[in-house]
């Protein structure tokens, strides 16, 4: 049982390069198998089909990346500087594996429930993370915040303002990646404005 989870991991691994640097539809499992020296058959008898195996592909990274996010801002001195790691951490993940991103938008009305349950499950986490960070903010006397919840919640929907600006003025699904540098800087900003408003006066 162990070597069939070892050889799952593999084939997972071997996929997330491929589809980092070639997207899913310039992507084959018969590449896959052969970056790992397997045979494809063995590749579909871990999973049915390449869309299979780009979902296992996506949980894989959230996990990663959600462990990465944890231990960077877990590492900072103060709340601020948690919050402005984390964006600045989520921007350098999304021009890694923008190929990966967008193919989900390829995809489109095809794609799995499964798969929008994990980008459901980022944003909570996502939730959940800033919450903590504005909470020990306010613990550290560095925030003052009556309602953290709230709060966590107008700062995530500024977020997503942000970002749906861009696009509906280009008329875009997807942002591309000079978008991308466009969302983050105006991310940076408004957070550096948002965050200095809830700390404490001296």
Do not use: C, W
């Not at 003052?144 to 970002?163: C, M, N, P, R, Y």
């Amino acid at each position: 049982m162990e070597n069939q989870d070892k050889k799952r991991i593999l084939i997972i691994e071997a996929a997330l390069k491929r589809f980092a640097h070639y997207g899913l539809s310039k992507t084959t499992m018969t590449e896959i198998a052969k970056d790992i020296s397997f045979s494809k058959a063995l590749l579909y008898y871990y999973f049915p089909d390449k869309l299979s195996l780009y979902v296992s592909a996506i949980e894989h990274l959230m996990q990663i990346i959600s462990r990465d996010l944890v231990k960077s801002v877990d590492k900072t001195k103060t709340a601020t500087e948690g919050v402005l790691k984390l964006l600045q951490k989520r921007q350098a993940f999304i021009q890694k594996y923008y190929n990966i991103l967008e193919s989900s938008q390829i995809i489109g009305n095809e794609l799995p429930d499964n798969l929008a349950e994990k980008f459901h499950k980022a944003r909570t986490f996502e939730f959940i993370i800033i919450g903590s960070l504005f909470s020990r903010g306010v613990t550290n006397k560095e925030f003052v915040i009556s309602d953290t919840k709230l709060a966590t919640e107008i700062f995530i929907d500024a977020l997503s303002g942000i970002h749906f600006n861009i696009l509906s003025k280009d008329k875009s699904m997807f942002p591309g990646k000079e978008q991308f540098k466009q969302i983050f800087a105006k991310e940076k900003m408004f957070a550096d404005i948002f965050l200095n408003g809830l700390k404490i006066k001296q």
